[in-house]
């Protein structure tokens, strides 16, 4: 059984810095995606970043230039670091770890921008 448990959510003002965090226990391969995605209510979940095992990154176009991914595969972690917040990236962010035979999914954390 995989669990992800994310942590670092909160509320924040326009401009400001959030950490999230990510950890990952159970059994997987090392083989996999690990990464970020995002649902504000109304819309749909959206993808906001992944970083492959390898270090290779993808980031959605609405977040280039300010949010971070980094993973710690040592710690089966991954982390997301959001600079220069807006009030459109309050959403629930989830965690996700995609394995060659499985996708899982964190519970999810509130990350709220406050104009």
């Known amino acids: 059984q995989v669990q992800l448990v994310e942590s670092g959510g909160g509320l924040v003002q326009a401009g400001g810095s959030l950490r999230l965090s990510c950890a990952a226990s159970?059994?997987?391969?090392?083989?996999?995606?690990m990464g970020w995605y995002r649902q504000a209510p109304g819309k749909q979940r959206e993808l906001v970043a992944g970083?492959?095992?390898?270090?290779?990154?993808d980031y959605a176009d609405s977040v280039k230039g300010r949010f971070t991914i980094s993973r710690d595969n040592a710690k089966n972690t991954v982390y997301l670091q959001m600079n220069s917040l807006l009030p459109e990236d309050t959403a629930v962010y989830y965690c996700?770890?995609?394995?060659?035979?499985?996708?899982?999914w964190g519970q999810g954390t509130q990350v709220t921008v406050s104009s």
């Open positions: 996700l770890l995609d394995s060659p035979s499985h996708r899982f």
């Open positions: 159970g059994t997987f391969s090392s083989n996999n995606v």
């Open positions: 970083i492959w095992s390898g270090g290779r990154t």
